[in-house]
C-alpha cells in the first residue's frame, strides 16, 4: 500500500475521464468497509480520508467485537442477533485480530445471579452457531480466581459469559489493506473538499486536496458515498447548504491503567451504573481499560476532550467494584471519541445504534450510525443502495467469507507481534537489524521496525499515525508514547526522506497532542 501510488491512480483515472463506480468519502470503519465490499465485489473504488486512517471514532471505542448486552437490556433482539452474527463472522474473517474474552458479572445482591444469568442465557442463544462459548454462574471464589481484583466485600458469586475484543485501528489498517488488494485505490491526507455536479444537477464525484502537496484532486464517480461519521452533515450541506441535520454526537471516554487494576485475562462489567448504562473494565495489549460515558456534544471535533465529571463518574464507578480502586494518579492515558447518531427523540443514550442509509435529492448516498462489529453487514446493505443508485452492475457481496489482510489462526503464538497476523514475519525480518529490533520505550513492547513498517507499507505519514493507531502507544501511556516521539520521528524521516525540520516539528506538535491524553 504505497500512498504516491494512490494519488497516481487517481490522477491516471482522471485524465482519462474515466468515472469510478464509487467514491467513498471517510476513511473510518464505515468508509474502509464500503471500499472493500465494493472493490471485492468487481467494482472500481476510490476512497478519501482527511487524515490518517481511523483518526476518528474508529480507533477510539471500547474495542469489544459484541453483540450487545445494554441492547439487549433495552429489548433490541434484531439488532443483538445481527451483531452477534457479524462478530462470528469478523472472527471467522480476521482471527489475529478478535479473540474471546470473557467478562465477569459480578454480584453483589441476591436477585442479580437468576437475573443476569437468564439474560445472558438468551445472549448465547441469540448467538446460535457464532457463540463464542457458554455463560455460567460462578461462586464467589470463582468469580475472585478470575478476576482478584474483584471488591470482595459483600461479593456474592458472578456470571461468566462471552464477548469478542480487537484492536480497532488495527484493524481499519489491515481493511485498507484488504481495500487495496481489492483493487481500491485508498488515500490518507486527503479531504474532501466540495463534489461534482452532471448537467443535471446530481452528485457526479469529488473535489479533494491532497495535504502532503497541496494539489487538487478530481474524482469523478457514478456514485459518492458519504461516510464521515460524527462530520456527515458537512459533506451533506457540501451536496445541499439547506440539508436538515441528521447526525447528533455523543462522547465516551476511556481510562487506562497499569494491569495491576485487573488481574487475570477476564474483563469487568458493571451492568448498571449510575446513569443507567453499563461500565467494562478490559485488559487490553497489557493494560486494563475502563469505560465508557454518553455525553451530548454540541460540535463534533476529531480530538474531543474528556470532561472533569466524566473521569470522576469512571474512576468512582471502577473504584466500587475494582480493589485497590484506581485513583487520578494512576491513569496513564485517557482517549475520547464521538459516537455517530442519528437524530431521534429523548436522551443520547437512547438515540438507536442502529445504522442508517440515506440518499439526499442530489443523490449523495449517507451511510451513518451502527458500530464497528456491525461495519461489514453496514457495508453489504450500503453497497447494495449504490448499486441500484448507480445502475452499477449487480455483482453479489462476498465478504462474508473474505479473509482480511493479515489473516493467521492462532497469531497469538507471536506474541507481542500477533495483531500483524502473517505481515509479522516481514518485520521480524526487518528486526534481523538489531538497530531496528530495540525497543523504543522499556513500558512498552513496540520495536523500531514497527515504524519502518508502517513507513514502508501501510501509509503511517506522521509521528501521530506511528503512536496513536499503527502502534497503540498513545492510547496506553501517553507519558511513555512522548518519550517515543523523537526516535520514532527520525526513523520515519529516515524513511519517508524528510529534514531536521521535519522531525522537530513533528516532536513538538505529538508532544502537544500527548498533553491532551494525559490526566492532570
Ligand atoms: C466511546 C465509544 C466506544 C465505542 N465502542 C465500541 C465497541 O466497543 N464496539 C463497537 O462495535 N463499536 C463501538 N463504538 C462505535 C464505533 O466505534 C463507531 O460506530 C465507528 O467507529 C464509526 O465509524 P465511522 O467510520 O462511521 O466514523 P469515523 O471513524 O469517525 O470515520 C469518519 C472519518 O471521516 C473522515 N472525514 C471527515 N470529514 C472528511 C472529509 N471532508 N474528507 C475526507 N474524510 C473526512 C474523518 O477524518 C474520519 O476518519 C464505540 C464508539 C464510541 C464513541
Known amino acids: 500500500m504505497q500512498r504516491q501510488q494512490m494519488v497516481r491512480r ?32 468487481g467494482l472500481s473504488v476510490a476512497l478519501v480520508e482527511a487524515h490518517d486512517f481511523g483518526k476518528g471514532t474508529s480507533s477510539r471505542s471500547t474495542k469489544l467485537v459484541h453483540g450487545g448486552v445494554r441492547y439487549l437490556q433495552q429489548g433490541n433482539i434484531s439488532l443483538v442477533m445481527s451483531a452477534l452474527k457479524e462478530r462470528g463472522l469478523l472472527r471467522q474473517n480476521a482471527p489475529h485480530l478478535v479473540h474471546d474474552l470473557p467478562f465477569i458479572l459480578p454480584n453483589y445482591a441476591w436477585w442479580e445471579a437468576p437475573f443476569y444469568g437468564i439474560g445472558l442465557k438468551l445472549y448465547d442463544l441469540l448467538a446460535g452457531k457464532y457463540s463464542f462459548g457458554a455463560s455460567k454462574l460462578l461462586s464467589k471464589r470463582q468469580a475472585l480466581n478470575l478476576l482478584p481484583t474483584l471488591q470482595h466485600e459483600g461479593l456474592r458469586g458472578g456470571v461468566i459469559y462471552h464477548d469478542g475484543q480487537f484492536d480497532d485501528s488495527r484493524l481499519l489498517i489491515h ?39 497541496g494539489e487538487d484532486l478530481t474524482i469523478p464517480a457514478r456514485v459518492v458515498v458519504n461516510a464521515t461519521g460524527v462530520f456527515t452533515d458537512s459533506i451533506r450541506r457540501m451536496a445541499d447548504a439547506k440539508a436538515y441535520p441528521i447526525m447528533v454526537a455523543s462522547q465516551g471516554i476511556h ?31 497489557g493494560h486494563a481499560v475502563a469505560g465508557t460515558t454518553d455525553t451530548p456534544v454540541n460540535a ?20 466500587r467494584y475494582l480493589t485497590p480502586a484506581p485513583t487520578r494518579k494512576d491513569i496513564q492515558a485517557v482517549f475520547v471519541g464521538l459516537r455517530p447518531l442519528v437524530k431521534g427523540k429523548g436522551d ?56 482480511i489482510h493479515g489473516y493467521l489462526k492462532y497469531a497469538d503464538t507471536l506474541d507481542d507481534l500477533a495483531v ?23 513500558d512498552l513492547p513496540y520495536i523500531a521496525a514497527e515504524v519502518v513498517w508502517a513507513a514502508r507499507a501501510e501509509m503511517a505519514r506522521t509521528v501521530e499515525d506511528v503512536l496513536a493507531r499503527h502502534t497503540r502507544a498513545l492510547f496506553l501511556n501517553a507519558a511513555a508514547a512522548t518519550e517515543m516521539a523523537e526516535p520514532v520521528a527520525r526513523l520515519l524521516a529516515a524513511e519517508l526522506g524528510h529534514d531536521e525540520a521535519w522531525i522537530a516539528v513533528q516532536v513538538k506538535e505529538f508532544r502537544a497532542l500527548a498533553e491532551q491524553y494525559r490526566v492532570a
Not at 23 to 41: E, L, P, Q
Not at 183 to 193: E, I
Request: net charge negative; aromatic share 6%.
Open 175 to 213: 481493511l485498507a489493506m484488504t481495500a487495496s488488494e481489492q483493487g481500491a485505490a485508498v488515500l490518507n491526507y486527503c479531504p474532501a473538499t466540495g463534489l461534482l455536479r452532471d448537467a443535471d444537477g446530481y452528485i457526479s464525484g469529488v473535489m479533494a486536496r491532497d495535504e502532503e502537496t
Open 420 to 442: 500483524y497476523g502473517t505481515d509479522a514475519k516481514a518485520i521480524r525480518e526487518l528486526a534481523q537489524d538489531t538497530k531496528l529490533a530495540a525497543r523504543l520505550h522499556p
Open 300 to 319: 463534533p471535533s476529531l480530538e474531543p476532550r474528556p470532561l472533569d465529571d466524566e473521569i470522576d463518574f469512571v474512576l468512582e464507578t471502577a473504584g
Open 255 to 285: 481510562l487506562v491503567f497499569d494491569r495491576l487494576f485487573l488481574k487475570g485475562d477476564t474483563a469487568l462489567i458493571v451492568p448498571r451504573t449510575n446513569d443507567g448504562r453499563v461500565l467494562f473494565v478490559i485488559p487490553w495489549h
Open 10 to 41: 487517481i490522477k491516471e483515472q482522471h485524465a482519462a475521464q474515466i468515472p469510478w463506480d464509487i467514491a467513498v468519502v471517510g476513511g473510518g470503519a464505515t468508509g474502509m468497509g464500503v471500499a472493500v465490499d465494493a472493490a471485492s465485489r
Open 348 to 403: 443520547t443514550s437512547a438515540l438507536s445504534r442502529d445504522h442508517v442509509v440515506h440518499v439526499d435529492k442530489s443523490r449523495l448516498l449517507t451511510i451513518t450510525g451502527g458500530k464497528w462489529t456491525s461495519y461489514r453487514h453496514m457495508a453489504e446493505d450500503c453497497v447494495d443502495h449504490a448499486i441500484a443508485l448507480g445502475r452499477l452492475p449487480d455483482n453479489a457481496c462476498v465478504t462474508k467469507n473474505l479473509r
